[in-house]
């Protein structure tokens, strides 16, 4: 039985149904991640034996007729910045080599509350610090549909596993677009919610204020229900946010009559053709089932990506302080201290993160506050109010995801060229707003595209209820990555 | 030193500016920003979690016991209360900051503009605070011969750091003012301020400039002032130096100063130049602290009465020399007891009851080592041996006898007056029938005095009438009847 490509609800359903054991299901799995991921490289570490004990006891559960997690059973794998008990959570960073935790991020429990099996961790760029995961200190991880270009970045390892089928869905994390560009390179659904509807406790933090994790999943019923076991308030988070959760499978009505979808033009001057032809043709798909055109300006849009690489790195040199070789991770040793930090920090981290210290270290320095870091809050209270606005006139702003498909390893050869990659999905998390990238086709080489919708605050419904049409009309279908035994 | 002028030389020509930052720690149950307990002497790391240790994906709650007792001290102080406060990060590199920055307050902290009445002499000197703002602690270092320990049970423990203008004019006052805030923070109970467990530190910033000169002089920063017997050495130590590197021709430089209380000096520590850019900026792992109305009310509801409005209330009202005054009001327990006393006395028996607890009480409280908050006599108690005295019904003599009868057993005071016929005797018949005898069986005294002006025999009589009374004897009325005896 080919189970690898397997939805997340048809998983569970099997089980529950003891058509399959979830130990056959791990089983395969890892089979097929021994098969295949020495090709792709989605994976940091595969924890066989934690996998199986789960599995193991999701079936006696099953078999003493215990009731069952909505995702009993379900394979998953986990962006290696969400913080694993007992498993090496590395952030695919040298300074945390080895380092063992002892807790479980917040999403990793629920996940494991729900029945869900964590079956490893998955690569990314150090940090979440990148748009291609080539910044991982560990491997590169390659995009299944085309093995010599990157899988996006920074969740690269959640997107590849998720198209590749080395798992039923992952969990990413979005600081900047971290989930839903890799999402577009690779084919598959990725979901960020708002900013505080689910917890950081346990993500290794980037960027404080825009971070928030997300699933990355091959449907977007798929996404809706691993949004269901993660979403909600949760007291050891003080961003969280403290509102009630809808039921996301409900969201998926396939009706999209009346809807009012906006058209920023700021999001449609640069990309590339094929890019262009597959949202017109998105945008058809929706107009012919009801929905309702809206030509929109977010005139603040090309103040994003400064704003956003003054916030972003600033948090990040204040969040990335505590890697000191003092407590966990690496140590070198040196004489004196000062000498033990500098060796320590100049061996553990790769070139974008000191980078990006340095900039961040930057803008927070006395006197330059006021011109960067507190300059840059303020454009994004005008960014958030061109979406306030922007939402009296639509109920949800679709854009390209990123200007172009996946690119070739080393494509981007300056860090500008690779911020530029994140054009379109900055503003969403500088505004704390929900998004989502859904497939809407392939290039003529074969490539996905996706295509990104925005809604207002905790309005995670209406992404799945527009994405799910969208899923249906212009979706990938079948369509699996060629040459990894995919094709089904 | 040898020197050609004292301080108190030098001080005529220059005035010395001193400001104090004094960090007391709030007493909660729990850390400020996780649920880990804070203990006193506790073995080493013992009191941690992962959030204490810096781990990564931790995230600070701020723990809202912290927020009452500050307010209290902003209440007690006449602060203004910022409704929003906000926490920053300070960032530096030390072994014992697990985060690489302290959550503390900067340009928004929860206090401004506060005062505290510090008595001095028999007055009191209003000394102004320019800010209370919260902060967590950071751990401790100790250097055992080559290496370096860290404990981090201090680090994540609440602190309220209080920043006076600089207008305190002499060490004296300074002292003073520590003596005042560690006596407030103790009465409104907020923290235990025991200097010794670190629990109140002091650093001073210390400057000279001639007197008359507007301009203030370079200050420094003296650490490490954990006793109150150093503050005023410290200081003037300080001052002193100075004075004379001014007068010798130097300049003072900006710098901070590490007091040793062992050699009576300070050294060193390290200048501005090397001083860290602490790169503040605003939390956003934490919303901003908001003080609302129906806090504030709680807070206002449940303030005592302050210790300088009842040193003021003291003498106004009670007629207490201000000495017995400030006595009274070092210790919140021993101002409540004397409250309560002159509460249960129903005449204003304000002046006498302060002797009787000054002097009888913590005289038998002293003698067994008995804190007010256990003296095994009530304050209505110790009012209705007063009454007796004030009303006659026995004398002050007598009273001792009484007070320490019943402070040893309980028995009510007037029951041991008439179980033992302790009553004073004012009935002149009475006492001259006494007076007659003791005269009489004395010739060679009496004529002594009478013929002979030896006047110190009176007392001899006196004591001879007393002792044919137990001491019961009215000594007014006594001593008019004796002068009427002896003819003069």
Same mark, same amino acid.
């Given at each position: 039985?080919?189970?690898?490509?397997?939805?997340?609800?048809?998983?569970?359903?099997?089980?529950?149904?003891?058509?399959?054991?979830?130990?056959?299901?791990?089983?395969?799995?890892?089979?097929?991640?021994?098969?295949?991921?020495?090709?792709?490289?989605?994976?940091?570490?595969?924890?066989?034996?934690?996998?199986?004990?789960?599995?193991?006891?999701?079936?006696?559960?099953?078999?003493?007729?215990?009731?069952?997690?909505?995702?009993?059973?379900?394979?998953?794998?986990?962006?290696?910045?969400?913080?694993?008990?007992?498993?090496?959570?590395?952030?695919?960073?040298?300074?945390?080599?080895?380092?063992?935790?002892?807790?479980?991020?917040?999403?990793?429990?629920?996940?494991?509350?729900?029945?869900?099996?964590?079956?490893?961790?998955?690569?990314?760029?150090?940090?979440?610090?990148?748009?291609?995961?080539?910044?991982?200190?560990?491997?590169?991880?390659?995009?299944?549909?085309?093995?010599?270009?990157?899988? +996006?970045?920074?969740?690269?390892?959640?997107?590849?596993?998720?198209?590749?089928?080395?798992?039923?869905?992952?969990?990413?994390?979005?600081?900047?677009?971290?989930?839903?560009?890799?999402?577009?390179?690779?084919?598959?659904?990725?979901?960020?919610?708002?900013?505080?509807?689910?917890?950081?406790?346990?993500?290794?933090?980037?960027?404080?204020?825009?971070?928030?994790?997300?699933?990355?999943?091959?449907?977007?019923?798929?996404?809706?229900?691993?949004?269901?076991?993660?979403?909600?308030?949760?007291?050891?988070?003080?961003?969280?946010?403290?509102?009630?959760?809808?039921?996301?499978?409900?969201?998926?009505?396939?009706?999209?009559?009346?809807?009012?979808?906006?058209?920023?033009?700021?999001?449609?001057?640069?990309?590339?053709?094929?890019?262009?032809?597959?949202?017109?043709?998105?945008?058809?798909?929706?107009?012919?089932?009801?929905?309702?055109?809206?030509?929109?300006?977010?005139?603040?849009?090309?103040?994003?990506?400064?704003?956003?690489?003054?916030?972003?790195?600033?948090?990040?040199?204040?969040?990335?302080?505590?890697?000191?070789?003092?407590?966990?991770?690496?140590?070198?040793?040196?004489?004196?201290?000062?000498?033990?930090?500098?060796?320590?920090?100049?061996?553990?981290?790769?070139?974008?993160?000191?980078?990006?210290?340095?900039?961040?270290?930057?803008?927070?320095?006395?006197?330059?506050?006021?011109?960067?870091?507190?300059?840059?809050?303020?454009?994004?209270?005008?960014?958030?109010?061109?979406?306030?606005?922007?939402?009296?006139?639509?109920?949800?702003?679709?854009?390209?995801?990123?200007?172009?498909?996946?690119?070739?390893? +080393?494509?981007?050869?300056?860090?500008?060229?690779?911020?530029?990659?994140?054009?379109?999905?900055?503003?969403?998390?500088?505004?704390?707003?929900?998004?989502?990238?859904?497939?809407?086709?392939?290039?003529?080489? +074969?490539?996905?595209?996706?295509?990104?919708?925005?809604?207002?605050?905790?309005?995670?419904?209406?992404?799945?209820?527009?994405?799910?049409?969208?899923?249906?009309?212009? +979706?990938?279908?079948?369509?699996?990555?060629?040459?990894?035994?995919?094709?089904? | 030193?040898?020197?050609?002028?004292?301080?108190?030389?030098?001080?005529?020509?220059?005035?010395?500016?001193?400001?104090?930052?004094?960090?007391?720690?709030?007493?909660?149950?729990?850390?400020?920003?996780?649920?880990?307990?804070?203990?006193?002497?506790?073995?080493?790391?013992?009191?941690?979690?992962?959030?204490?240790?810096?781990?990564?994906?931790?995230?600070?709650?701020?723990?809202?016991?912290?927020?009452?007792?500050?307010?209290?001290?902003?209440?007690?102080?006449?602060?203004?209360?910022?409704?929003?406060?906000?926490?920053?990060?300070?960032?530096?590199?030390?072994?014992?900051?697990?985060?690489?920055?302290?959550?503390?307050?900067?340009?928004?902290?929860?206090?401004?503009?506060?005062?505290?009445?510090?008595?001095?002499?028999?007055?009191?000197?209003?000394?102004?605070?320019?800010?209370?703002?919260?902060?967590?602690?950071?751990?401790?270092?100790?250097?055992?011969?080559?290496?370096?320990?860290?404990?981090?049970?201090?680090?994540?423990?609440?602190?309220?750091?209080?920043?006076?203008?600089?207008?305190?004019?002499?060490?004296?006052?300074?002292?003073?003012?520590?003596?005042?805030?560690?006596?407030?923070?103790?009465?409104?109970?907020?923290?235990?301020?025991?200097?010794?467990?670190?629990?109140?530190?002091?650093?001073?910033?210390?400057?000279?400039?001639?007197?008359?000169?507007?301009?203030?002089?370079?200050?420094?920063?003296?650490?490490?002032?954990?006793?109150?017997?150093?503050?005023?050495?410290?200081?003037?130590?300080?001052?002193?130096?100075?004075?004379?590197?001014?007068?010798?021709?130097?300049?003072?430089?900006?710098?901070?100063?590490?007091?040793?209380?062992?050699?009576?000096?300070?050294?060193?520590?390290?200048?501005?130049?090397?001083?860290?850019?602490?790169?503040?900026?605003?939390?956003?792992?934490?919303?901003?602290?908001?003080?609302?109305?129906?806090?504030?009310?709680?807070?206002?509801?449940?303030?005592?009465?302050?210790?300088?409005?009842?040193?003021?209330?003291?003498?106004?009202?009670?007629?207490?020399?201000?000495?017995?005054?400030?006595?009274?009001?070092?210790?919140?327990?021993?101002?409540?007891?004397?409250?309560?006393?002159?509460?249960?006395?129903?005449?204003?028996?304000?002046?006498?009851?302060?002797?009787?607890?000054?002097?009888?009480?913590?005289?038998?409280?002293?003698?067994?080592?008995?804190?007010?908050?256990?003296?095994?006599?009530?304050?209505?108690?110790?009012?209705?041996?007063?009454?007796?005295?004030?009303?006659?019904?026995?004398?002050?003599?007598?009273?001792?006898?009484?007070?320490?009868?019943?402070?040893?057993?309980?028995?009510?005071?007037?029951?041991?007056?008439?179980?033992?016929?302790?009553?004073?005797?004012?009935?002149?018949?009475?006492?001259?029938?006494?007076?007659?005898?003791?005269?009489?069986?004395?010739?060679?005294?009496?004529?002594?005095?009478?013929?002979?002006?030896?006047?110190?025999?009176?007392?001899?009589?006196?004591?001879?009438?007393?002792?044919?009374?137990?001491?019961?004897?009215?000594?007014?009325?006594?001593?008019?009847?004796?002068?009427?005896?002896?003819?003069?």
């Amino acid at each position: 039985m080919t189970t690898q490509f397997w939805s997340v609800a048809d998983t569970a359903r099997r089980i529950a149904a003891g058509e399959i054991t979830a130990a056959q299901i791990v089983d395969a799995m890892i089979a097929r991640i021994r098969a295949v991921d020495d090709v792709i490289g989605a994976y940091l570490a595969v924890d066989e034996d934690g996998a199986r004990a789960a599995a193991e006891e999701v079936d006696r559960q099953r078999a003493a007729n215990a009731p069952l997690g909505p995702l009993a059973g379900v394979p998953i794998a986990l962006k290696d910045v969400l913080v694993t008990r007992g498993l090496a959570t590395t952030a695919a960073s040298r300074i945390l080599e080895g380092w063992i935790p002892p807790y479980d991020a917040h999403v990793v429990e629920r996940l494991r509350a729900a029945g869900a099996i964590v079956l490893g961790k998955v690569n990314c760029d150090e940090f979440a610090m990148g748009s291609s995961t080539e910044n991982s200190a560990y491997q590169p991880t390659r995009n299944p549909w085309d093995l010599s270009r990157v899988p +996006g970045g920074s969740s690269g390892g959640s997107s590849a596993a998720v198209a590749a089928g080395l798992c039923a869905a992952s969990l990413g994390t979005d600081t900047g677009g971290s989930i839903r560009q890799p999402a577009a390179f690779c084919g598959v659904v990725g979901l960020k919610p708002t900013y505080g509807r689910v917890s950081r406790w346990g993500v290794v933090a980037f960027a404080s204020s825009l971070d928030q994790v997300g699933p990355l999943t091959r449907s977007v019923a798929d996404a809706a229900l691993m949004l269901q076991a993660i979403a909600g308030f949760d007291p050891r988070d003080s961003t969280s946010l403290d509102a009630a959760v809808p039921s996301y499978a409900d969201a998926m009505t396939g009706d999209v009559r009346g809807l009012r979808v906006g058209l920023p033009q700021e999001y449609f001057e640069a990309m590339d053709d094929e890019i262009r032809a597959a949202l017109r043709r998105t945008v058809a798909a929706l107009v012919e089932r009801g929905a309702e055109l809206v030509d929109l300006s977010l005139p603040h849009t090309a103040h994003a990506l400064p704003a956003y690489y003054l916030v972003a790195p600033a948090e990040a040199s204040s969040n990335l302080a505590r890697f000191d070789g003092v407590r966990y991770g690496l140590r070198v040793e040196a004489p004196d201290l000062l000498d033990m930090y500098a060796r320590t920090r100049g061996a553990g981290f790769g070139p974008e993160v000191k980078r990006r210290i340095m900039i961040g270290s930057y803008a927070l320095r006395s006197g330059y506050y006021d011109a960067y870091y507190k300059k840059a809050q303020q454009v994004r209270t005008l960014i958030k109010r061109d979406f306030d606005h922007a939402f009296q006139y639509c109920d949800v702003v679709l854009t390209p995801t990123t200007p172009t498909p996946a690119f070739a390893f +080393g494509a981007k050869s300056t860090p500008m060229d690779m911020y530029l990659a994140d054009v379109f999905t900055l503003s969403c998390n500088l505004a704390g707003l929900p998004g989502i990238s859904v497939p809407c086709g392939l290039t003529g080489e +074969g490539l996905p595209i996706g295509v990104q919708l925005l809604a207002r605050p905790l309005d995670e419904v209406t992404l799945l209820r527009v994405g799910g049409v969208i899923e249906a009309a212009v +979706g990938l279908g079948d369509r699996r990555p060629p040459g990894i035994g995919g094709a089904a | 030193m040898t020197s050609p002028r004292d301080l108190a030389g030098l001080l005529e020509e220059w005035e010395p500016v001193i400001g104090l930052e004094v960090h007391v720690q709030l007493a909660t149950a729990s850390k400020i920003f996780s649920p880990s307990a804070i203990a006193f002497g506790a073995e080493p790391n013992s009191l941690t979690d992962p959030l204490v240790m810096g781990m990564p994906g931790t995230l600070p709650v701020f723990n809202r016991a912290v927020l009452a007792l500050a307010l209290k001290l902003g209440v007690a102080t006449s602060s203004q209360i910022r409704a929003r406060s906000r926490f920053a990060r300070k960032h530096y590199f030390y072994p014992d900051l697990p985060k690489g920055y302290q959550i503390s307050q900067f340009d928004e902290p929860l206090c401004e503009n506060g005062h505290l009445d510090v008595i001095i002499g028999g007055d009191l000197k209003r000394i102004k605070l320019s800010r209370i703002h919260l902060e967590e602690d950071a751990g401790k270092t100790t250097h055992v011969g080559a290496s370096s320990h860290v404990d981090l049970n201090r680090a994540g423990v609440p602190l309220v750091e209080v920043v006076t203008a600089p207008e305190i004019g002499s060490s004296a006052e300074a002292g003073e003012f520590l003596r005042s805030l560690h006596r407030l923070v103790r009465w409104l109970d907020i923290s235990e301020a025991d200097m010794e467990k670190g629990q109140l530190r002091c650093d001073a910033n210390v400057s000279v400039r001639l007197r008359g000169e507007d301009r203030l002089g370079t200050r420094t920063e003296l650490k490490n002032i954990n006793s109150f017997r150093f503050v005023e050495n410290a200081i003037d130590s300080e001052i002193a130096r100075q004075i004379r590197l001014i007068e010798a021709g130097g300049r003072v430089t900006r710098e901070t100063r590490l007091w040793d209380a062992e050699r009576g000096q300070s050294q060193p520590m390290r200048s501005k130049e090397e001083a860290n850019d602490y790169r503040y900026f605003p939390d956003p792992d934490l919303p901003p602290l908001v003080v609302d109305g129906p806090i504030m009310g709680e807070i206002l509801k449940h303030l005592p009465e302050l210790p300088s409005a009842r040193f003021d209330r003291y003498q106004r009202i009670h007629g207490v020399s201000s000495d017995d005054a400030r006595t009274l009001v070092g210790d919140r327990a021993l101002a409540d007891y004397y409250d309560a006393a002159v509460a249960a006395h129903p005449g204003e028996g304000g002046r006498m009851i302060a002797n009787w607890v000054l002097t009888e009480l913590l005289g038998a409280l002293n003698a067994s080592d008995t804190p007010i908050a256990k003296a095994p006599m009530r304050p209505h108690t110790l009012a209705a041996l007063v009454v007796l005295v004030e009303n006659g019904t026995i004398s002050g003599k007598i009273g001792k006898e009484v007070f320490e009868e019943s402070y040893r057993t309980g028995e009510a005071p007037a029951a041991i007056v008439e179980r033992r016929g302790l009553q004073q005797i004012s009935d002149p018949a009475a006492l001259w029938e006494v007076i007659d005898r003791v005269v009489g069986a004395n010739p060679k005294q009496a004529e002594a005095y009478t013929v002979g002006g030896k006047d110190g025999l009176f007392g001899f009589f006196v004591g001879g009438v007393m002792k044919e009374t137990k001491g019961r004897a009215n000594p007014v009325i006594t001593s008019d009847l004796l002068h009427k005896r002896l003819g003069r």
